[in-house]
Each structure stands twice: as C-alpha cells, then as structure tokens.
C-alpha cells in the first residue's frame, strides 16, 4: 500500500501521477486527509477531497489528524466533538456514499505552516493579477454534476473568488473552461483592506467532472500599471436537494 500525505494543502495532491507509478506494479493507493481542527465546513471538504481522489483512480483513503486531540473538551462537548470530527468516516470509504452529497472544492491558498511545507504541495494561491493580464487556476472536481442535474437532485453550484484591491466590477472578467461567466455578486469582506467576493451561480453544463481551468482577468483600461488586484480564494460549492 502507498499512502500519500497531502500534508496542510491537501489539493494540491496529484494523485493520478502516483497511481500511474504504482498500479502497474499491484500497488493500492491511499492519499490522505489531513483535517486539522474540525470547521463548519470540514465534512463537505473532505467529502471533496474523496470524491476527487476516487475519480482520480485512488484505491482509498487514509486519515491522520481528524481533529479532537486539539480541541481538550470533556463530557457531552467531548462527544458532540468527536461526532463532527469523525462523521467522514462513515463516507469517505466508498465512492457510492458521496453522490449525492454537498461537497466543497477550493483552490488551496498559502503559505502552508512552516512546520509543514516539506511535505505539502505548494498552494496556487495567492495570485496577483496585472492590468492587462490574466492568471489561471486548476480545480478538479469529482462530481458529474451534469449526471445529477439531469436526475433532478443537483441543489445549486456555487464558485467564489476572494479578491483583494480597488477595482470594479466591470474590469475584471472570469471565465470556467473558457466560457466567460455573468451574472456574478460582489460581497464585501474587508472594507478597510479591500477585499471582497464575487460569487458567480454556476449551470452544470460549464463544469467538468474532472480537471476544470479558471481564468481571472484584470482589464487594462484606466487603470496604472502597478494598480494590481490579488486572487486570494477561490472555492466550489456543490449542493444537493
């Protein structure tokens, strides 16, 4: 068995380049999950992680870190605790249990804990985009989320990017797999550094189930040269009904 450690940036993990090494030679693939602190959004993203690591061809997941031995709770807390930080457990082990599933996809942004970055991939974000120019961000993504729109259980696809820099809204432009996307809400989450989010509701028919390529694009007109805009975030949300 080989067993990847994706370290803290855990999609940043290849793992179809470690399954064409060793499936040719009988060798089960197992990247891992590194959940760290349980969140709110801990179970959909690690939902995310395995859905996109099965699609990649893994054999499994492995596990370290799920969280409790962090968090020094007793009693009904200790408990309720171990409920959210474990419920991955009875999903994560079978590619049937995910479909159907919220499930949340993220570019992973840096700089990983120090401690750390020896064994994690090195994180996309976060990018700075010049007047002029564009930046481009890979997302895999394990849903066929065309299959299940098709079916009527598809709840709502939702991709945000959290930006940084004074800059409207109609000079930047945001394209998935070329298709340029509309319709977008701007979100302010920091007035006093600037940043804030767009946030575009996605059709099925824009998103691959597989590899998926973002193009971020800050329009030259009006703009100086060093009037530069950073890409800080950018996550995937997948809902069902």
């Known amino acids: 068995m080989l067993i990847i450690g994706g370290g803290y940036a855990p999609f940043t993990l290849d793992v179809a380049e470690y399954i064409e090494i060793a499936r040719p030679?009988?060798?089960?693939?197992?990247?891992?999950?590194?959940?760290?602190?349980?969140?709110?959004?801990?179970?959909?993203?690690?939902?995310?992680?395995?859905?996109?690591?099965?699609?990649?061809?893994?054999?499994?997941?492995?596990?370290w870190n799920l969280g409790t031995p962090f968090e020094y709770k007793t009693g009904e807390d200790l408990i309720e605790t171990r409920g959210r930080s474990y419920a991955c457990l009875y999903e994560i082990g079978d590619?049937?249990?995910l479909v159907g599933k919220d499930k949340l996809y993220r570019s992973e942004s840096g700089p990983v804990y120090h401690h750390y970055n020896f064994v994690s991939g090195i994180p996309p974000l976060?990018?700075?985009?010049?007047?002029?120019?564009?930046?481009?961000?890979?997302?895999r993504v394990g849903d066929a989320v065309e299959t299940a729109a098709q079916a009527g259980?598809?709840?709502?696809?939702?991709?945000e990017l959290a930006l940084t820099g004074n800059v409207d809204d109609n000079k930047l432009s945001t394209t998935l797999n070329g298709q340029r996307l509309d319709r977008s809400e701007r979100i302010v989450l920091n007035a006093a550094d600037s940043t804030f989010m767009i946030r575009y509701q996605l059709t099925a028919p824009l998103l691959n189930a597989g590899r998926n390529i973002i193009?971020?694009?800050?329009?030259?007109?009006?703009?100086a040269s060093d009037e530069t805009v950073t890409l800080r975030e950018l996550r995937l949300s997948v809902d069902y009904r």
């Open 95 to 97: 590619p049937k249990t």
């Open 153 to 159: 259980i598809l709840g709502g696809l939702s991709l």
């Open 126 to 139: 976060p990018l700075t985009i010049k007047p002029g120019t564009s930046q481009y961000v890979e997302l």
């Open 25 to 63: 030679r009988g060798v089960p693939v197992y990247p891992c999950i590194n959940a760290g602190k349980v969140r709110d959004d801990t179970l959909v993203t690690e939902r995310a992680l395995a859905s996109r690591w099965y699609r990649d061809g893994a054999d499994g997941i492995y596990t």
């Open 215 to 223: 193009e971020v694009s800050l329009s030259r007109e009006g703009r």
